[in-house]
């Protein structure tokens, strides 16, 4: 038997590809004899870039940058020459905070725009910016704000734009720049810019705001919305995906005219990801926590659909429990987690994962011999 082992990261617990490696001992010790190929995947979101680099030939590129609370960091991104490849999460992301610094109307996306501003100095023509584990709602205007655009107050002074500014910028001015790269933003999420769907109300709390924090950064990115339309005629509102990472997307789809693009379905063209499960017999996917999120623009649904388009066998992996009652239009033969794996005891679930997806491999492969 062909077997494809095709999992996202355990976010806070494990890498794809050692997940991948994982499950792969673990069937080989009891069935050495089924074929595996190991591809690993991500959706756009933090870890992506640990797979570009894997499957693409890639320099790392370092340099001084900040944290999302303005703090020194040193950073990096990864460039073939012509494209420069950026992960929010490595300057701007939720990594860098304590529980106790998690401040969602005061940290910002300027160390990610330095990032992007340095790729830009060296002449890249394309810029994949990878986004995922944010904790800023700054409308991507501290990205711009590193690349020479100036955000003013109603006083016509100059705001370092944050969460809390949002509501008081009155204008957005640009650089004299003629040409700017092209630019991708990879993405799992779908939400709007703004609204009871959008990137303060479904993603602000677990960044640290409170209600009154929402209800602030709602009302400031709808204004901003207004502000780019007003300033390039882009109705940024109502752009899918423009909800994502604080809402980054609006802003540079606007002014750098940056195209929002599936992060899952980047990858899977770079690598050629569906010829591989048309060529194979079953495939094994999974993330940390399947839930009802995993359906949409996450690699479980979107490997899972793969799956029932070419007639392979799927199997799930989950960190966390999981509610079968979820996944049952999946077709799943068979769905395992590391939580059950340890009796219910997360943080063991979480510190050792990789040994309970080796027997979780062994559990397959016994499952395999048996359904022969």
């Not at 940024?236 to 992060?263: E, F, M």
Request: proline share 3%.
């Amino acid at each position: 038997m062909r077997i494809l082992i095709a999992p996202d990261k355990f976010k806070g617990s494990a890498k794809a590809s050692d997940i991948a490696k994982a499950l792969s001992t673990g069937i080989k010790k009891v069935a050495s004899h089924h074929e595996i190929v190991i591809h690993p995947l991500a959706d756009g979101g933090d870890g992506t870039l640990d797979i570009l680099n894997d499957i693409l030939d890639l320099s790392t590129i370092e340099l001084q940058s900040i944290d999302p609370l303005g703090r020194p960091l040193s950073a990096y991104y990864l460039s073939n020459g012509k494209t420069a490849y950026i992960e929010l999460a490595i300057a701007s992301g939720i990594v860098h905070l304590t529980d106790d610094e998690k401040d969602v109307m005061s940290t910002t996306t300027l160390g990610t725009g330095k990032l992007l501003a340095d790729a830009i100095a060296k002449n890249h023509k394309e810029i994949i910016l990878c986004l995922g584990g944010s904790c800023t709602t700054d409308a991507g205007l501290g990205i711009l704000h590193e690349l020479g655009f100036q955000c003013y107050d109603r006083h016509g002074e100059i705001v370092i734009p944050c969460g809390k500014q949002l509501i008081n910028i009155q204008s957005i001015v640009a650089p004299h720049r003629s040409h700017w790269p092209s630019i991708k933003i990879l993405s799992d999420v779908e939400n709007p810019m703004h609204g009871s769907n959008g990137a303060a109300v479904i993603f602000g709390p677990q960044k640290g705001a409170s209600q009154a924090d929402v209800l602030l950064l709602d009302q400031g990115l709808a204004h901003i919305a207004k502000v780019i339309l007003e300033a390039t005629g882009v109705d940024v509102a109502k752009l899918q995906g423009g909800g994502a990472a604080g809402a980054i997307a609006t802003s540079l789809h606007a002014y750098l005219n940056a195209d929002i693009r599936s992060g899952f379905d980047y990858l899977s063209e770079c690598t050629d990801f569906e010829k591989k499960v048309e060529n194979t017999d079953l495939v094994i996917t999974g993330e940390g926590k399947l839930d009802s999120s995993s359906r949409s623009g996450k690699v479980p649904g979107k490997v899972a659909a793969l799956a029932r388009r070419h007639h392979c066998k799927l199997v799930l992996v989950s960190g966390a429990k999981i509610d079968h009652s979820l996944f049952t239009d999946w077709k799943f033969v068979q769905c395992y987690s590391v939580e059950e794996e340890t009796n219910g005891d997360i943080s063991l679930a979480m510190s050792t994962p990789l040994l309970y997806l080796e027997r979780i491999g062994k559990e397959i492969a016994n499952y395999l011999t048996e359904t022969a």
